[in-house]
């Protein structure tokens, strides 16, 4: 998991659909002077000059935005390799045994605290070097692999399931594995395979999605040996017990020198660095997420990874893949859910039946069962894509992250409905009436940070629906930017006609309109030629928006919201619908649970394509700004508010700490 949650809001979060940019001259879109004085048109070229602006190899996601349903993507589902599946397959069932008889979920949430013996235990195992290649000590698992391992881990404690994320997703290794050098991958990679942690430290107190705004700086040493990093780092996962760390920090630009936003590996115990706090959340109670202050820490230059001013790139890159961690840990989450709820639906009667078979819960137990089908199928698909270097997953892995958050977070909320007043207690409460422990509420608790961590729903809305417009900015961003000449005007002008000429008539007929087609897929073929159907007129809604707010549109985050997410159901109908027809003769079960899903998906995209255009959204924008400038004020009395003593974001300054330091170090084994 990252640290990349907002701290605060941001009105115009970078990831929306930006004014197209000159970055002509490379990643490096000039950083503001100084930083925290950003304005909203630095921090958007700040954002688009990180991203990757190139489109080399396929995407699946990124054809159906542009309604072109490119099924062959995807159909004949991918496979992995047999022999790298044997070899994890031992891992797992190694795993397993050590989890279920020398881990204590219970004990962990209930102390808040991952035991050393714990730690010990998952480095004796190789956990700790999954995703690190062979070659350097680590398992070389694939993502595919990885993904399972998590799910397996995070089921018996979310928090360790987090711990093992943060440090391999997002952590040292795998910007190493991407962007590293020989000689860091070989100073590293080992030690990281051996057992010690990593984290990855991006976020400040004031800083959250809005990385223009980055506070902390790496000064260059006069003898040019290094840098000095000076700064405050906030929700660092694993910060308390990691000794490598990547650190996102600003070098200055200056003559000969690009500078920018640069990742750096830092030695965890170096001289500088202090811990001062371990935050605590109302879930993952056993997670190590701290308060990092760095004070004229030396880093020396041989450990930039990249290069410099690469660091936003490089964190952008990095969780294109990252993101597949997070909805491991949601899948793992559904079907602990669906467990529960099939057992207890199964054996509580109420009213002289099984309270399974009242419509009100069957109707929860259908959703639970789809959509964790649904969820796990699009994490695996994406898993194979990504472990197929000829695949560009950048929408697809930020589709199932977005879509596996906000679905598992509603599986739990039917669990603790299902339950009812069980669902409500803790399972400690539970065990000492006798009764099974199934920690429900602790599953809702440890569920919603996800539609925070690695980018909030609402970020990623956004960094989506930017990657999904790209074809149209590429052609005609120039027509909507005011910084545009009118011979860059013109151009644009000339490109976008002759692309909507070729594009747009693809759209009025496809083949999801021929009633045999896809027959080949038996019962569930109808609801591809919905997605097919679908798809298009996804394309010509998104087509006409750009054509009716062209600029404004970035401000359209809401319907951009909604583009989105019927982006996210088509893209799960047509897993589904893959899987299932190729296991149809060992898993034909799961030919019901592909339609029982796209049933239910396609509810929910007639829906949000209604919501396109029939919304209260500019209703909502105008009461929201009355409500800011306080005008239903009065609506708040009655009730004691919060303290006004202290402000919502501490202020910090640079120095030494004058805090103690809370890191926590794991003693070797005995």
Known sequence: MTTTQNSRPVPDEPGAVPERPDTSGGVAAALPVEAGQVSEKEARQVAEAARQSTWDRPSFGKELFLGRFRLDLIDPWPRSDPADDARAEEFLDQLRAFLTTEVDGATIERDAHIPDEVFHGLARLGAFGMKIDRSYGGLGLSNLQYC???????????????LLSAHQSIGVPQPLKMFGTAEQKQLFLPRLAAGEVSAFLLTEPDVGSD????????????????????????WAT????????????????????????????????????????????????????????????????????????????????????GRLSLPAMCVGAGKWALNVAREWSADRVQWGRAVGEHEAVAQK??????????????????????????????????????????????????????????????ADSLAARGERPAAVEQLLRDLRINRIFE????????????????????????????DAGLGRKAKAGARAGAFYARWLPTLAVG????????????????????VERASRKLARSTFYAMSR????????????????????????????????????????????LADLFCRQARVRVDALFTALWENTDSVDVAAAKRILAGRYAALEEGVVTPPTDAPWVAPWSPGPSTAADVRRRIPPPQ
């Open 148 to 162: 399972r391992a998590l799910m397996l881990a995070g089921s018996i404690s979310p928090a360790i399931g987090a």
């Open 211 to 234: 990385p223009a705004r980055l506070a902390t700086t790496a000064e260059p040493s006069e003898d040019g040996t290094g840098y000095r990093l000076n700064g405050v780092k906030l």
């Open 238 to 321: 694993n910060g308390t017990v990691a000794t490598l760390l990547v650190v996102m920090a600003r070098v200055p630009a200056a003559e000969g020198r690009r500078g920018g936003i640069t990742a750096f590996v830092v030695e965890g115990d170096a001289e500088g660095i202090t811990v001062e706090r371990r935050n605590a959340f109302i879930g993952l109670r056993g997670l190590e997420n701290s308060l990092t202050r760095f004070h004229d820490v030396f880093v020396p230059k041989e450990n930039v990874i990249g290069g410099e001013g690469k660091g936003l790139k490089i964190a952008l890159t990095t969780l294109n893949t």
């Open 365 to 426: 137990l259908a959703f639970m069962a789809a959509t964790t089908y649904g969820m796990e199928t699009m994490l695996d698909l994406c898993c194979l894509l990504a472990d197929d270097d000829r695949n560009d997953i950048r929408i697809e892995a930020a589709l199932v992250k977005l879509y596996a958050s906000e679905m598992a977070w509603r599986i739990a909320d039917d669990l603790i409905q299902i339950r009812g007043g069980r669902g409500y207690e803790t």
């Open 455 to 482: 980018g909030s729903t609402e970020i990623m809305h956004l960094l989506i629906a930017r990657e999904a417009v790209d074809a149209h900015l590429s052609v005609a961003g120039d027509i909507i930017d005011p």
């Open 511 to 530: 083949r999801g309109q021929r009633p045999t087609a896809y027959g080949e897929f038996g019962p569930l073929a109808g609801h591809l030629r919905q």
């Open 549 to 592: 707010w062209q600029g404004k549109m970035e401000r359209k985050q809401a319907f951009l919201g909604r583009v989105v997410d019927i982006g996210a159901e088509l893209f799960a109908m047509s897993a589904v619908c893959v899987r299932a027809h190729a296991e149809r003769d060992v898993r034909p079960e799961n030919l019901e």
